[in-house]
């Protein structure tokens, strides 16, 4: 049993950032196909040219991975994807640094941050290994909030939200930049170890799932003295489809030192159909 009920609820709250919901079995997940495996998908009407949400899945297995706490977790996405130019991230999420290096018992609903600077939502679960040997899942919800443009970058915040059964907050900062060739940017979240955590245990990354541009997200806008809700554009597709379809590489980092990665590839969605002319 943890006798320091603030590690305990930081524990469980780095695993946040590496969960997805569901039951909570005692038992690890079932083994994936591969140690790593990271598959992304538009939405099911999408088309090329116009804005659609992105919806981003990474799994882990954590019989085939080391058990050492994630440190990095970046995802690389195709050229001339608009994540940056897109109608998302219209308002500034700007956090002081110590909270991104501490558990928040408790935070205000997005950290205070305006809810215009929301890009996306998601899901984690993570593994916590305490010192005994017990093994406790975690999980959490996930925001994405976007944050000050640095050096022609783009912040970012991400809140962790944990659910059950430690039910901690965390704040992770990162970064969407360029990537080298076949990929277009990066997103990047940064997860440094929270201080005294160690001593009580270690968090296996499990499952990831964010969506960028999800439907649940709704910005405000003043009309007539009145503020009205509405559903920003989300991540613009080019007019034209990538020869090969578009490619995405997820890679995490772990305080050993290893790197495990991914990859994989999403098909085109049908371009736009254009009126018939008439004779």
Known sequence: MCRRPRLCAALAALVVLCAAGGSAPAAEPAPAAAPIHVTAAFDPDA???APTALDVRLRLDPRRVTKASPTEVRFAFPRNLGLVSSGLGLATCTRPPSEFVQVLIVAPRLGGCSPNAVMGYGTALALVRLTNGQVIPEYAVVTVLSGPIEHGRLGLVVYVDGQHPFGAKLAYEGEVGGAPAP?????????????????????SLAELRL???S????????????????????????ASCPAHGFRFRAQVSFADGSQRSARSTTPCPPAVAMPATRR
Do not use: K, S
């Not at 990929?183 to 270690?202: C, D, K, N, S």
């Open 183 to 203: 990929y277009g940017g990066v997103l990047t979240v940064r997860m440094p170890p929270i201080p005294g955590f160690e001593e009580l245990a270690t968090i």
């Open 215 to 238: 439907p649940a997200i709704r910005y405000y806008e003043r009309q007539r003295g009145r503020l009205v809700a509405y559903r920003p554009e989300g991540v613009e597709l080019p």
């Open 47 to 49: 088309v090329l040219g």
């Open 211 to 213: 969506t960028i541009g």
